[in-house]
C-alpha cells in the first residue's frame, strides 16, 4: 500500500483516553476595588526589632567565624597548605556576601506595617513594596509560627501567610496586626519605634 495515510478517529468529548492531559485552567486574578475610606497605619515595630537583633547576631556570627578560620590558616605552618592572602580576601568577601544576603532576608520578612482599610489592606514591605490583599473582613491569614515575647522582641510575633487574588506571602507580625479595631488587645501593642 503505497499511498496508505493516517486515520484520525473522532472521540466524544465525555471519553478521553488514560494518557489524555486536561490543561487547568488559568487562575482568574480578582480584582482588588480601589479603597476610598480612610485606613488605619498600623506600624509593625517588635517585628523591626525581632529581625534587626537576628540580622546582628547573623553577621556577627559570620565574622566570628570568618575570623576563626582566617587565624587558624595564618597559624598553620609554612608549607602548601597555608592559605595565601588572596585566599583570604576570597573568604572575607564571601562571608560578606554571606553577611548581606542574611541580614537583606531577615529584614525583608519584617514589613513597615499594614494599612488597614475596608477595601483593602496593604501591607507596606521593608524595602518600600506594597503588597496589597482584600479589606479588613474578607482577609484570611493563617499563622505558620509564633514567637513568644522575649529579648528578640518585646511582644508575641506570629510568620502569617496571607492569599489574595493570586499573590500568597508570608510575614512577620505582630501578634494580632490584622484583626479588627473590637477585637485588640487593650496593651497598646501598636508604638512606634
Known amino acids: ?27 482568574t486574578r480578582q480584582p482588588i476595588p480601589a479603597d476610598t475610606g480612610p485606613r488605619e497605619w498600623r506600624p509593625n515595630g517588635a517585628a523591626t526589632r525581632r529581625a534587626v537583633r537576628l540580622s546582628v547576631l547573623y553577621a ?19 608549607g602548601a597548605t597555608v592559605g595565601t592572602s ?16 542574611g541580614v537583606v532576608v531577615s529584614l525583608g520578612s519584617a514589613p513597615r506595617g499594614v494599612e488597614l482599610g475596608d477595601a483593602e489592606t496593604v501591607i507596606v514591605g521593608r524595602f518600600g513594596h506594597r503588597y496589597r490583599f482584600p479589606g479588613r473582613g474578607q482577609i484570611r491569614p ?51 519605634l
Open 1 to 27: 500500500m503505497p499511498d496508505a495515510r493516517p486515520v484520525r478517529v473522532a472521540r466524544t468529548p465525555g471519553k478521553l483516553s488514560p494518557r489524555a492531559v486536561r490543561l487547568a485552567a488559568a487562575p
Open 142 to 192: 493563617t499563622v505558620l509560627q509564633r514567637f513568644p515575647a522575649g529579648w528578640l522582641a518585646p511582644t508575641a510575633l506570629e510568620t502569617v501567610e496571607i492569599a489574595g487574588g493570586t499573590t500568597r506571602r508570608s510575614f512577620l507580625l505582630e501578634e494580632h496586626l490584622l484583626e479588627p479595631e473590637g477585637t485588640l488587645p487593650a496593651s497598646g501593642s501598636f508604638e512606634t
Open 60 to 78: 556577627a556570627a559570620i565574622a566570628a567565624v570568618y575570623a576563626g578560620l582566617a587565624g587558624l590558616a595564618l597559624s598553620g605552618p609554612t
Open 86 to 101: 588572596e585566599d583570604l580576601l576570597l573568604a572575607g568577601g564571601l562571608a560578606a556576601v554571606l553577611a548581606a544576603a
